[in-house]
């Protein structure tokens, strides 16, 4: 069965203090690795997908990295607009099959 | 904008009642997911469907139905309602084109509270 395990579950960090975020995953080959942002009451916005281990992808203050068993999403410098619940999820390689996502890891940052 | 339209944004009605949940997906995708999230669960995969026919299920109730008509927008029904059915429900859609083309995008989410 495939899993996702996102750590931690709650992270609190001072404006300008970067970290990262964990995503590790066990799915049966891999379709793709999601990273979603999801705001208090509001759906997941797409945020990156990595296709490979070694592929990096990066919008502003996030980059997101891929190796064989996890992924990181590395927040540089973050700000308090950069709070919120951030997901991952992965994707098997048989055709259409569904995204399996972790709980998520809250993000706290203050000013 | 994600570009995918979900319709009520809540919903509030009382256990043993019916409601149905609407999602317009993204102009020009073919496959339509439909997720639940409750606060200790995170977010469930219900039921996929892929240009009208379902396509892969999940964890989806007996009590819960869905399906997605000839334009391609998609209808979760949710009968017999209980208490543990609160939840956000959300719809997402994609290509579901070439192998880089599985990106899905969701949209706002309908809220039902059942009392």
């Known amino acids: 069965e495939d899993q996702v395990t996102q750590s931690p579950e709650a992270l609190r960090l001072q404006e300008g203090e970067s970290s990262s975020l964990n995503c590790s995953y066990t799915?049966?080959?891999?379709?793709?690795l999601f990273w979603y942002r999801q705001d208090p009451g509001k759906g997941p916005e797409f945020l990156f997908t990595?296709?490979?281990a070694g592929e990096e992808k990066e919008k502003e203050r996030l980059k997101a990295t891929l190796t064989k068993k996890e992924s990181f999403l590395h927040i540089t410098a973050p700000k308090p607009e950069d709070s919120a619940t951030y997901l991952c999820?992965?994707?098997?390689?048989?055709?259409?099959?569904?995204?399996?996502f972790g709980k998520g890891t809250r993000l706290s940052v203050i000013a | 904008d994600s570009g995918v339209t979900q319709t009520p944004k809540h919903l509030i009605t009382a256990t043993g009642q019916r409601v149905t949940l609407r999602c317009s997906p993204r102009?020009?995708?073919?496959?339509v997911y439909w997720y639940q999230q409750s606060l200790d669960q995170g977010l469930q995969f219900l039921i996929q469907?892929?240009?009208?026919?379902?396509?892969a299920k999940g964890n989806i109730l007996e009590r819960f139905s869905a399906q997605q008509f000839p334009d391609l927008h998609s209808e979760l029904n949710l009968s017999s309602l209980e208490l543990g059915d609160s939840a956000l429900y959300f719809c997402?859609?994609?290509?579901?084109?070439?192998?880089?083309?599985?990106?899905?995008?969701f949209g706002q989410g309908t809220r039902l509270t059942v009392v």
């Open positions: 469907y892929y240009n009208g026919e379902e396509r």
């Open positions: 997402a859609s994609s290509v579901v084109g070439g192998f880089r083309e599985t990106e899905a995008f």
């Open positions: 999820a992965v994707q098997a390689p048989s055709g259409n099959t569904p995204l399996v």
């Open positions: 799915v049966s080959g891999l379709r793709g």
């Open positions: 990595l296709y490979s």
């Open positions: 102009s020009g995708d073919l496959s």
